[in-house]
């Protein structure tokens, strides 16, 4: 069975796009999957270092307001249509799957071309342009939320790896804080802001510390790789610990050591801090969509978090929230516990049988005919 994925850009398309070639190859052994992303997104390292080939396309933004790119637009997608179309023809795809981003909708359109079948996975809860685009003809539309607006969607959650799937985190959570260099006790807030960074989160924990000192809650920062270089002006702790790191390969291992997390509310994080229960402070990215803050409802609905708007979070509210929380270990252990019960943890199972299912000509229930 010849499978390609194409997705890329950040990790929250390639986090599941890899979650679930895993468990294509672990519900077909034989099966050969192929990787489609672009030349300047996290795929080029984020794909091999999981063992599967990739190939690149063009990346093609779709422009959302009247600029020159609009104008250009046409050409650059037949561009990229053809390069995916000779990529499917030479692997001899026999179904694709798309995760959305710039590499994801020419391949989409190149399959249909071809009369290859399509799966689309759309993980956020406002449905992106490139998968709203593939979704019209696909013949299964996986999403994570329910409310997406898609048209005939199947809601199997989003894939994860197995390390986050199958986590447990008080038992790795000596090992984990261990392998950051932190204290094996004491109270931990891991802040990310996703692959990408987020500058105001980092400004806010960075202006946090001297209070989260004196509550002797340490912080594990994760900057993003952008935002590590910019100097910083740490104060001396005496009561805690920061650790400030560029990226985290095995975030499971992050979330292992964290009591909290402030975090963007990016469609893997939700997810992920779901699955695991661990509670977190999420913030919006405050322009796009608005999908970020729909990613959020379902986990803050449930008691599992808490929202906090972009132009609200100052060093000092952050402070006061996560004081709050730290010292209340009863209320941190019933945010995880309901977090657990809202996301699947087997998403990526899903989403692979209907890929299979795909592949071999059967139609699910919910499928476009």
């Given at each position: ?35 489609v ?8 390292s984020?794909v091999?270092q ?15 307001t ?11 997608i ?10 499917l023809?030479?692997?001899?795809a ?51 939320f ?63 510390l001297?209070d ?70 999420f ?39 996560v ?47």
């Amino acid at each position: 069975m010849r499978i390609v994925l194409a997705g890329g850009g950040t990790t929250g398309h390639i986090s599941p796009m890899l979650a679930t070639a895993a468990a294509l190859v672990e519900q077909v052994p034989t099966a050969a999957i192929t990787c489609v992303g672009t030349p300047v997104g996290l795929e080029t390292s984020l794909v091999p270092q999981a063992g599967f080939p990739l190939r690149v396309v063009d990346p093609v933004p779709l422009p959302r307001t009247v600029s020159i790119g609009l104008a250009t637009l046409p050409f650059r997608i037949l561009k990229s249509v053809g390069q995916a179309k000779a990529i499917l023809g030479e692997v001899g795809a026999e179904v694709v799957v798309g995760f959305g981003g710039y590499a994801s909708l020419p391949v989409c359109l190149a399959a249909r071309r071809a009369r290859i079948p399509v799966v689309v996975h759309e993980a956020n809860a406002v449905a992106g342009l490139a998968n709203r685009i593939a979704a019209r003809f696909a013949v299964a539309v996986c999403v994570a939320f329910a409310n997406t607006g898609l048209r005939r969607q199947i809601v199997t959650g989003t894939p994860v790896s197995q390390r986050v799937a199958g986590l447990d985190r008080p038992a790795e959570r000596l090992a984990a804080r261990a392998s950051f260099g932190l204290d094996p006790s004491g109270t931990v807030l891991l802040v990310s802001g996703g692959s990408q960074g987020a500058q105001s989160l980092n400004a806010a924990v960075v202006g946090a510390l001297p209070d989260l000192d004196k509550a002797g809650v340490s912080v594990l920062h994760v900057t993003g790789k952008k935002n590590f270089g910019s100097p910083v002006d740490v104060p001396s702790l005496t009561h805690a610990q920061y650790v400030r790191v560029p990226y985290v390969d095995r975030m499971d291992m992050a979330y292992a050591a964290a009591d909290l997390m402030l975090a963007r509310s990016g469609a893997a994080t939700v997810t992920e801090t779901a699955i695991v229960g661990l509670p977190a402070i999420f913030v919006p990215l405050p322009h796009g969509n608005g999908e970020q803050a729909k990613n959020a409802a379902g986990v803050v609905a449930a008691g599992a978090g808490e929202l906090i708007a972009d132009a609200d979070l100052t060093s000092a509210c952050l402070a006061e929230e996560v004081t709050r929380l730290s010292a209340d270990p009863a209320t941190l252990e019933r945010m995880g516990s309901a977090a657990r019960g809202v996301m699947p943890r087997d998403a990526a199972q899903r989403v692979a049988h209907l890929v299979i299912q795909a592949a071999s000509g059967t139609p699910h229930p919910g499928a476009k005919p």
